[in-house]
């Protein structure tokens, strides 16, 4: 019993370290926060391009393409927030293009997930069979929770980060998973437990979970600027937790307390 009330005390102490953390890598890339603005416009414009040269398939690969780039971008800019560095002109277009094969495999894998999802719902219209396909991708988004890190950070590619997100989460579930709840109900409220979110959520990205905060003020802005301090504390959490035990936290705590 004693372990377990040290143990959550070390942990409300980990918190309270990547919280602070969480500002100082804020402050130092603070206006990536409205990237994803640039990002939709980028697609629009050159969407509205392809539609017009190149419609159908290879329009559609194209646009996969960019996406995938411009989330690998986005990933420059988070890793350096999650590192407290400022982010170096000089290193954005080679960090861009390395971390682009990495995201790029596990979006190809997600998009198969997805079919494969699709192929079993067809004609699924009863009741049962939709709650069976909300509780699947309500698995799908615990397990592989941690893509976003396991790629920028890892620099996982293909099955590997899936199965790198599944030992994470496997070992860290109550720890990763308990102030990313309580961010989104401090932000949400009850509401956020309402079968219409649960939905939203079941539908979601794994590499997109900041995207819950879009809609969430009312303020695009301000939404991105959350979504942007909420993936920085994901990423610092992932550092701490990957180098750290319970056990190891028990002990450090004891010896300093």
Known sequence: MDNIIILIKS???LYWEVLQDTGKGFLKNWWCGVLPIFYVLVVWGVGSLVVLILPGIIG????????????????VFLAASVEKEKILFSEIIPETLALFSPVLSVLFILYVISLVQSLFLVGAENSFNNFLALAVSLILVMLFNALPEIVYQQRGIGFYSFDKSFQFIKENFVEWFAPQIFIFFLVYGKSF????????????NPLFSGKLFIGSSGWIVLDLFLMHCFMIFRGILFKQLLTSSRRKRIYNYRTNH
């Open 193 to 204: 437990f309402s079968a219409m979110n649960l939905i939203e959520l079941a539908q979601i």
């Open 11 to 13: 942990t409300l102490v």
């Open 60 to 75: 559609g690969l194209i646009l996969g393409l960019l996406w995938a780039l411009l989330i690998a971008n986005y990933f």
